[in-house]
């Protein structure tokens, strides 16, 4: 079935990079997600990248997609605290159509000075 | 200021104490999905709607109920709650286009 796995936790100091990885089964999906919760918050997009492209860069985000063995990362430049929150990865199964996101667990970022 | 909204935010509850968990949006978005959230396990939908009176399953939607009477209200009911759905549960809405879910900001149910 459909799943997708992320690591749980990740720390790192303040103004180095962040990479945090996620694996997908899906290979239909046509969309993978980055979606970001703060503390006692719902989760926001952050950012998407369509499954025909390779990377796809957003100011200090970079997402990279390495299709053949169904591999997602979300790299943050020059990390800051306020980036300390937890990242979901997800995809979108052509079964489930954009209704039926499948998230990971989540990969909680503390970043300390 | 385009929202989901959904109460209560916190709730203290008893087995088999029915109760239900409201979800408004003011985005007009034709569909609307509920999910929960737990330690080490993501979220998970429970059900989901694709416009009024259309609803359908989603992977984990033992001992929940949902209505959508009107496109903006998509209420949570749990009939006879039990501790195993003690969570963290969130209404997310979205236009059905595009995989951006427009998340409110959770209600944690605790039930004794």
């Known amino acids: 079935g459909e799943d997708v796995e992320q690591s749980l936790f990740l720390s790192v100091r303040e103004g180095d990079s962040s990479v945090i990885n996620c694996t997908y089964t899906d290979s239909s999906s046509t969309y993978l997600y980055w979606y970001k919760q703060e503390p006692g918050a719902g989760l926001q997009l952050l950012t998407y990248?369509?499954?025909?492209?390779d990377m796809k860069q957003d100011q200090r985000l970079t997402v990279l997609l390495n299709k053949k063995d169904k591999h997602l990362s979300l790299r943050i430049a020059d990390t800051q605290t306020g980036d300390s929150a937890i990242y979901f990865c997800a995809e979108s199964p052509f079964s489930g159509g954009y209704n039926k996101l499948i998230f990971g667990a989540g990969t909680r970022l503390a970043v300390h000075p | 200021e385009a929202q989901v909204t959904q109460n209560p935010r916190y709730l203290i509850t008893v087995t088999g104490k029915k109760l239900t968990v409201t979800c408004s949006q003011n985005?007009?978005?034709?569909?609307m999905s509920w999910y929960r959230q737990d330690p080490g396990l993501g979220l998970r939908q429970i059900y989901y709607?694709?416009?009024?009176?259309?609803?359908d399953k989603g992977d984990v939607p033992e001992g929940y109920k949902v209505s959508r009477k009107e496109k903006r209200n998509f209420p949570l009911i749990l009939e006879s709650p039990s501790p195993n759905q003690t969570s963290l549960y969130f209404c997310a809405s979205n236009q059905g286009d595009t995989g951006e879910l427009f998340f409110g900001e959770g209600s944690r149910l605790t039930v004794l």
């Open positions: 985005m007009n978005h034709e569909y």
């Open positions: 990248i369509f499954s025909n492209m």
């Open positions: 709607s694709m416009n009024v009176e259309v609803t």
